[in-house]
């Protein structure tokens, strides 16, 4: 049940983190300019209140804005608002940002930025719209009330944008200011290494709730990541029987996603499974494999474009964790090290590009040593930390056949399926080229 926040007592930010509340605004990308950024800008209005320099309602139209109900027609609250909207345009621009591939991205700002301003009020939002889909196809990626929990948590705790609030198709989060993506070349330099691994290191140790009925965490026997693989396959099969499919493409037909793929995937969940050690004696192997087979909270897409730096400050920040969850660690620094190849612009070149064995070794020890404070001093004690490491980057490359089949298979859906300009098959074709390359390093050819 969808609740409406009563926002007739005029707080700054009054859905500020609330994960159950949502604004009465369904945002139309597929209409006209004017009419998307009018109920943008409406948006802005209600969750962000004080963002126009006066009013834009009064408190009597916020009241019943706050109990209209959201499963009806908002005809009533546009109605109310209609004279406000002339007065919003004048007060803010909206501006469209590209690279979305999950969601249409808008910043609105305040023309107006010498004006009166608190330090919880903002003057630009990065407002977030959910593409609509068809076959429920968006809740098969994304489960977007789970998303809105991780990012209410980790704004809470620094490691997220804040999240101001929520509408119907969409929510209003933090715009970080003068910065941008790091590019792909840049992932292994020693300038953003070791804030990438520190960062990802920090995600590791939280415990994130899971729903919002209760905040104790327990965590999977396994990650979540073979579940999700799984009903991708099981989606994709259902749809690649509908005569509308239209699976023409050779590429499409030569990757055999429901033969050769779907056998790949069943054969490494076997091979990927929890490690059970039996003896009381734990060697350094046994002990680099329970630690990168561990199950914490991952980011599973830290790439390029969701690690921004800063033009002002050091560091990096981690954004978009749609798919975010519990996960064998490996995977996920798995994936970033995939991500060091050139992958969205499809020149990903694994031999030259994935990181050498002295940067994989750099990035990893800051991530053991931010992650884990005991296990350097174990390792020292052990005289241990060659055979750790080696072993350790073995379970990273293992792990990296999840991301390149997981993220192959996620390409063929939206091939079928999403509106936007991209070649998904090229996409699919280039993981599973990095799959195959993985696979043939650590394991016979004859699996």
């Known amino acids: ?137 968006e809740s098969l990626f994304v489960d977007r009330a789970r998303d809105v929990l991780t990012l209410s948590h980790l704004s809470r705790c620094g490691q997220g944008p804040k999240l101001y609030g929520r509408f119907l198709n969409g929510r209003i989060e933090e715009f970080f200011p003068n910065v941008s993506p790091i590019q792909w070349s840049e992932m292994s330099s020693e300038l953003y290494q070791s804030s990438i691994a520190q960062a990802m290191a920090k995600m590791h140790l939280q415990l994130v709730p899971t729903n919002d009925c209760t905040s104790e965490v327990s965590l999977p026997s396994k990650g979540e990541i073979f579940d999700k693989v799984d009903k991708w396959f099981q989606f994709l099969e259902q749809i690649s029987s509908l005569p509308e499919a239209h699976i023409d493409d050779a590429r499409l037909q030569d990757l ?43 980011h599973m897409d830290c790439q390029s474009l969701n690690i921004l730096k800063s033009s002002s400050e050091p560091g990096i920040k981690l954004i978009d964790f749609e798919y975010a969850g519990y996960n064998p660690r490996a995977a996920d620094i798995a994936n970033t090290f995939c991500e060091h190849c050139d992958m969205n612009n499809l020149r990903a070149k694994f031999i030259e590009q994935y990181p050498t064995e002295k940067q994989q070794d750099a990035f990893l020890r800051v991530y053991i040593c931010e992650v884990d404070k005991a296990l350097p001093a174990l390792l020292d004690k052990l005289n241990g930390w060659e055979e750790f490491m080696a072993e350790l980057r073995d379970e990273v490359w293992r792990h990296a056949l999840i991301s390149h089949l997981g993220w192959a298979v996620w390409a063929i859906i939206q091939s079928l399926t999403s509106p936007i300009e991209f070649d998904y098959v090229q996409y699919a074709v280039q993981r599973m080229e990095g799959y195959d390359y993985f696979k043939k390093k650590l394991w016979c050819d004859d699996s």
């Open 1 to 137: 049940m969808i609740s409406v926040k009563n926002t007739s007592f005029d707080p700054p930010l009054p859905y500020l983190n609330d994960t159950s509340s949502v604004a009465p605004v369904f945002v139309d990308c597929g209409g006209s300019e004017e009419i998307r950024n009018d109920a943008i800008l409406e948006a802005v209005s209600i969750i962000v209140p004080s963002f126009f320099e006066t009013p834009v309602h009064s408190r009597a139209e916020r009241a019943r804005a706050a109990k209209h109900d959201s499963s009806t027609s908002s005809t009533s609250l546009y109605a109310c608002t209609e004279k406000n909207k002339n007065f919003r345009r004048c007060q803010a621009t909206v501006s469209c940002l590209t690279g979305g591939l999950s969601n249409a991205l808008f910043i609105v700002s305040k023309n107006n930025r010498n004006s009166t301003r608190t330090h919880d009020v903002p003057s630009v939002v990065l407002v977030r719209i959910h593409f609509d889909s068809p076959n429920d196809l």
């Open 256 to 298: 055999d996603a429901l033969g050769r793929m779907k056998r790949e995937w069943e054969w490494l969940k076997a091979e990927l499974q929890p490690v059970i050690v039996k003896s009381s004696v734990v060697k350094v192997v046994d002990l680099a494999k329970l630690f990168a087979r561990e199950i914490v909270f991952c």
